[in-house]
C-alpha cells in the first residue's frame, strides 16, 4: 500500500545559526524511528564557488521542496525537517533586506504539525558557512515574531547537550501521544 502524506507528523526544526537543528533532527529521527530532510542548503553552498545570490537562495528553497516532497511520498510517521522554508525566507531578508514574492508564498503555504524554535544559549561553533555570530539573539526574535505571524505552533528549545533533546521528545510525546 502506498504511503500517503497524511501519514507523517511533519516537526519543522528553525532558528538562527549554530543552534543545534541538525543534531535535534538527527537524534529525534533516531529515537522516534522518523526520517530526516536534510538542510540542503549546506550541500548546494559547499560545492559553489562564487559568493551565493538571492536567486541561490530560492533555489535552495525549491530544491528543499523537491526532497521533501520526494521523502513524503515513501515515509510514514515522523519527518524532522533539519531547517525549513522560514529559514531561506529569513535569510534573504537579512543579508538581501528582502526575499522573492514567491519565497513569501511558498513560507506561508508550508505545512507543519508542529514547530521547535531554536534557542541560542549555545556556544557559537565557527563554520566556513556561518555568517552571523553577533546576531543570534536578534535572529531569533525574528524567527519568533515570523512564527507567530504565520500562526505556526511552535515550542521554543532550550538548554545544553541532552536537555535540548530531552525538552523536544517530551514535547512529541505530548502533542502526539502514541505515536512511538
Known sequence: MEKTKSS???????????????????????????????EFARTYLENKTEKYSQSDIDFIAQKSLEIA??????????????????????????VFGSSSDWLKEAVKNQHFD????????LPWQEDPLREHPHQRKELFEIYKQELIQLNRPFTIISGVEQERENSAIQSINQQFPNQD
Open 69 to 94: 516532497q520526494i521523502t513524503e511520498e515513501k515515509q510514514q510517521g515522523f519527518i524532522f525537517y533539519d531547517t525549513d522554508l522560514l529559514v531561506c525566507k529569513v535569510w534573504s531578508e537579512f
Open 8 to 38: 507523517c507528523i511533519r516537526i519543522a526544526i528553525t532558528g538562527p545559526e549554530s543552534t543545534g537543528k541538525s543534531t535535534l533532527a538527527e537524534s529525534l529521527a533516531a529515537h522516534f524511528k522518523g526520517a530526516v530532510i536534510p
Open 114 to 121: 508542529h514547530t521547535f524554535l531554536m534557542n541560542v544559549d
